[in-house]
């Protein structure tokens, strides 16, 4: 049972991302692909206009006192820039933000967001964060032998084994409302290796900072999904084709490619607005219904567009207009 089910996850894991191919030949532009969504995609995600982000330093309240600050926040930024739906400001904004904040890179990070939301006027929202753990250490393995199937014996030299982990807290700030926007699950990360040693006296840590500042690193590095869910970069449907043989095999080309991050076999999440009426307040409001994932086909992959093949539950649904959301592709494994 274990094995068959061991099986099924390494073949899941390793077809997740195969892409498909379509072909375009296939498909026309019928009397049904002539349709408009009910509401259409706000200017924002027509125009492609990403929310601009500041990225405060991140405190440093381990026993570094404010070393790891600014490793943490370089780390955070590419982490940020890369694939999310995020613009980042420039050093020189964001530097102006922090004198006016009076920010300590040694204490805290605890800003109040109001405080935030009158500082940046041109900035939606405020990256804040602080490496709240880390530790490190060296472990001595010693030397050892063992025999082989043939009988010939093998020896293992003693060696040494570092380590270490780190836990970076961090939330975004919206400074349109001046509210905590997202509380992130604390990010943890763990680096090690080894090396062959003497004996137990050369087993010990050499830099402790830099085997902390790798962790650190490696904890925001992971948290890349959370960041793209949380932030994903927004498109819309701008064509649907249909095949003439059969009206549920449709296909939709879509505002999103490779300048959003995008490579055949990525999914991303179709959406559309719906409206809703509280009879209580009396007031009507718009929110953002999912309603199916896709995947980025081989075809026709450009730097602002892309095709996906659109499954039958919601094929006849999708129309013109309609949202798509790009989403992280976390697999069963990793590293």
Do not use: W
């Amino acid at each position: 049972m274990l094995e068959k089910l061991g099986t099924l996850v390494l073949m899941l894991a390793l077809t997740s991302g195969c892409a498909t191919t379509i072909n375009l030949s296939k498909y026309s532009e019928l009397e049904a692909d002539h349709k408009d969504c009910d509401i259409a995609p706000p200017d924002y995600i027509v125009n492609k206009k990403k929310p601009k982000v500041a990225i405060l330093p991140v405190a440093d309240v381990t026993e570094f006192e404010g070393r790891l600050s600014k490793p943490a926040q370089e780390t955070l930024t590419q982490t940020i820039t890369s694939g999310t739906g995020l613009e980042v400001v420039e050093r020189s904004q964001m530097d102006k933000l922090f004198e006016e904040a009076k920010f300590k890179e040694s204490v805290g990070g605890d800003l109040d967001p109001e405080a935030l939301a009158n500082l940046a006027k041109e900035i939606d929202f405020v990256i804040m964060g602080s490496v709240s753990s880390v530790a490190t250490g060296a472990k001595f393995t010693e030397a050892s032998s063992y025999k082989d199937k043939k009988g010939k014996t093998h020896y293992v030299a003693p060696s040494c084994s570092f380590s270490g982990e780190s836990t970076v807290n961090v939330r975004a700030v919206s400074t349109a409302t001046g509210t905590i926007y997202k509380v992130f699950t604390p990010f943890r990360g763990r680096v090690s290796s080894s090396t062959e040693v003497r004996s137990s006296y050369d087993c010990r840590v050499e830099d402790p900072f830099q085997l902390a500042s790798a962790a650190t690193s490696k904890s925001i590095e992971n948290a890349r999904g959370s960041f793209m869910d949380a932030f994903p970069n927004f498109g819309y449907v701008s064509k649907t084709l249909t095949n003439p043989k059969d009206g549920k095999d449709r296909v939709a080309q879509i505002t999103l490619g490779k300048n959003d991050g995008l490579k055949p076999g990525d999914r991303v999440v179709l959406a559309k607005y719906v409206k809703s009426y509280d009879r209580i307040k009396k007031t009507e409001s718009v929110s953002l219904q999912d309603l199916a994932e896709v995947q980025v086909s081989e075809t026709g992959l450009g730097d602002e567009q892309s095709y996906v093949l659109l499954p039958e539950e919601v094929a006849a649904e999708v129309a013109v207009g309609h949202i798509v959301k790009t989403r992280s592709n976390g697999g069963f494994f990793r590293f």
